[in-house]
C-alpha cells in the first residue's frame, strides 16, 4: 500500500533553516506529482509547494514561501524534500507531504482533491 513518512521537522530560530523529508513506497514514484501542505492551529491546510512527477519543470510555490522554500525531488531515491530558509514564526505549522492520485499530470497537482495519499505530517515550530 502507499506509504509517504515525513522526517526533518523540529524547533529552529526565526530566519533559520530545515530540510524536511518524504520517504514514498507502494507506488511507482516516478510517475506521480508530489506536494507539501501545511496546518498551523486553528486554521485550515493550505498548499505549500508542489513538483510534477519528472521533477524537471519548474515547480510550483504558495505565494507566502515564494523565494524562500525549495522543493525536490530524487526518483531514484523514491524521495521529496522541501528546503525551507528565513524560516519565519508564521511557517510554524505541521507539513505533510502528499502524492498526486493521477500519473503523468500537466502541469501540477495544486488542489487537496489532486492528491490522494498522504503522510501523517511533521511538526516545525519556529520560535525563539
Known amino acids: 500500500q502507499v506509504q509517504l513518512e515525513e522526517s526533518g521537522g523540529g524547533l529552529v530560530q526565526p530566519g533559520g533553516s530545515l530540510r524536511l523529508s518524504c520517504a514514498a513506497s507502494g507506488f511507482t514514484f516516478s510517475a506521480f506529482g508530489m506536494g507539501w501542505f501545511r496546518q498551523a492551529p486553528g486554521k485550515e491546510r493550505e498548499f505549500v509547494a508542489a513538483?510534477?512527477?519528472?521533477?524537471?519543470?519548474?515547480?510550483y510555490y504558495a505565494d507566502s514561501v515564494k523565494g524562500r522554500f525549495t522543493i525536490s525531488r530524487d526518483n531514484p531515491k523514491n524521495t521529496v524534500y522541501l528546503q525551507m530558509n528565513s524560516l519565519k514564526p508564521e511557517d510554524t505549522a505541521v507539513y505533510y507531504c502528499?502524492?498526486?492520485?493521477?500519473?503523468?499530470?500537466?502541469?501540477?497537482?495544486?488542489?487537496?482533491?489532486?492528491?490522494?495519499?498522504w503522510g501523517q505530517g511533521t511538526q516545525v515550530t519556529v520560535s525563539s
Open positions: 513538483i510534477r512527477w519528472s521533477g524537471r519543470s519548474t515547480p
Open positions: 502528499a502524492a498526486d492520485r493521477q500519473r503523468y499530470r500537466s502541469p501540477w497537482p495544486l488542489q487537496e482533491t489532486d492528491f490522494g495519499s
